[in-house]
């Protein structure tokens, strides 16, 4: 009788740390993948671009225009990307890797990266000349939080999230600026 007891017991252990195991590691898949979110922020659309800036119809035609042409370029150049990281991660797990090749994959990597910058500062600048000097404000705002999450770059909680228009009881442009006054 004791003898039951005691495997019932060894079973029950193994099953409760055989779930804990597995709530752990799911528990830190969650928290990389929260975390890779957070590093990532999904692209403008320009249904939210249109309300936060209060564009008129004019600059949302013009700005429409040439966003399907910017995110057909962003989207090949990160299709480009994959196959480069997917050579990179094969030669880190051949024996011994050879240094020269992963130098070279990296090498790609970073120049595809920098055209993608490119791109989507090109497209930013193209953004920012069909703007009014208030719209650019609220504008370089939501860059400031894109490019330094969780904080506007300057030790401050970014929490513009593309506000409505400046008027409406939330002032205008970024925290702790002011528009410089017309003269």
């Known amino acids: 009788m ?17 779930g804990g195991v597995i709530t752990f590691a799911y528990l830190r898949y969650q928290n990389g993948a929260v975390a890779n979110q957070r590093q990532t922020s999904p692209p403008l659309g320009l249904r939210k671009l249109s309300a936060a ?10 700005i429409e225009g040439f966003m399907s042409e910017h995110h057909r370029r962003f989207s090949s150049l990160r299709m480009a990307m994959a196959p ?8 880190l797990s051949r024996e011994p890797p ?5 130098e070279a994959k990296l090498m790609e990597l970073r120049d595809l990266q920098r055209k993608l910058e490119e791109e989507v500062l090109k497209f930013c600048l193209e953004i920012q000349r069909h703007l009014k000097p208030e719209q650019k404000i609220i504008f370089l705002a939501y860059m400031e939080c894109r490019m330094f999450p969780g904080t506007s770059g300057k030790g401050r909680s970014c929490n513009i999230g593309l506000r409505s228009r400046p008027g409406k009881g939330l002032g205008s442009g970024r925290p702790g600026v002011e528009p410089a006054s017309p003269q």
């Open 2 to 18: 004791k003898r039951n007891w005691l495997v019932c017991l060894v079973v029950f252990s193994l099953a409760l740390n055989l």
């Open 53 to 62: 800036l209060d564009l008129d119809q004019e600059q949302r035609r013009t």
């Open 84 to 91: 480069k990281r997917q050579e990179l991660l094969e030669e």
């Open 98 to 102: 050879v240094w020269n090749v992963i």
